[in-house]
């Protein structure tokens, strides 16, 4: 059996054999582990953002890099990357970044694009230490993303398998402002906004560095939103429910 072969073979078992594709790796949650994220689901569910004016609105932009697009076939997160800002502001110092855990094969192809070694997997932390210490640094901020559903999708996974709890962060994509100075443009890759806003391009397919380019974007089409007269979260909501 060929590397491409058994790597999509071991896919198929992790997706057969359950839906903790991080089975081995996460363990049974401790209470302390468990306490802090109750408190935090309650945090969330009692913060009301919408109404945050846009210029003092708290994000955390995030980006990960995964073996593949589909989490219920087994594919998993190889890294994630963050940063915080306020309004348009960028805290450039604010970051958070970690690889984490596998000891699946990774394939050449996803080896050359993220630039990830599997000898760094084999050393990095385990992902329940990282999602963890992933959500003391987001606490209850909304998350940020481009092309969301996959970080969303992969996010959901993950936290179920490891925590047996539900991911309930908001997550917004970077489309939900970009819509606002322009409704019927499609989604298009990230290094496409970029140049059209003119941002460096620089660490593709890192997730750290394409957290920072998305926060980059985010902050170009803040800017716009605000310029556009929208104060508020609430306001964008009801403007593009319009536009449907």
């Not at 310029?227 to 319009?242: D, I, P, S």
């Amino acid at each position: 059996m060929g590397m491409i072969e058994m790597i999509q073979f071991l896919r198929q078992m992790y997706g057969k054999i359950g839906s903790n594709i991080y089975a081995g790796v996460g363990g049974q949650s401790n209470l302390q582990q468990i306490s802090f994220m109750r408190q935090l689901q309650k945090e969330m569910k009692e913060k009301d953002v919408l109404d945050s004016p846009l210029n003092e609105l708290r994000v955390v932009v995030f980006d990960i890099e995964t073996t593949g697009f589909y989490p219920e076939k087994g594919d998993q997160v190889l890294s994630i990357g963050a940063i915080k800002m306020t309004g348009h502001q960028v805290h450039i110092d604010d970051t958070f970044y970690s690889l984490i855990h596998s000891e699946l094969p990774l394939s050449d192809a996803i080896s050359s694009l993220t630039n990830i070694q599997e000898e760094q997997l084999r050393t990095a932390p385990e992902a329940k230490e990282v999602l963890i210490q992933f959500f003391k640094y987001v606490h209850s901020d909304i998350l940020v993303a481009h092309h969301a559903k996959h970080e969303q999708s992969f996010m959901q996974r993950m936290t179920w398998d490891i925590m047996r709890t539900r991911f309930e962060h908001r997550i917004i994509d970077t489309s939900f402002l970009i819509r606002l100075s322009n409704p019927t443009k499609r989604s298009l890759p990230l290094e496409e906004i970029c140049e059209e806003c003119g941002i460096e391009i620089k660490d593709r397919h890192h997730a750290l560095g394409d957290a920072v380019m998305t926060a980059s974007i985010w902050s170009c089409y803040l800017q716009k939103a605000l310029t556009m007269g929208f104060k508020n979260l609430r306001e964008v909501y009801e403007y593009l429910a319009h536009l449907k």
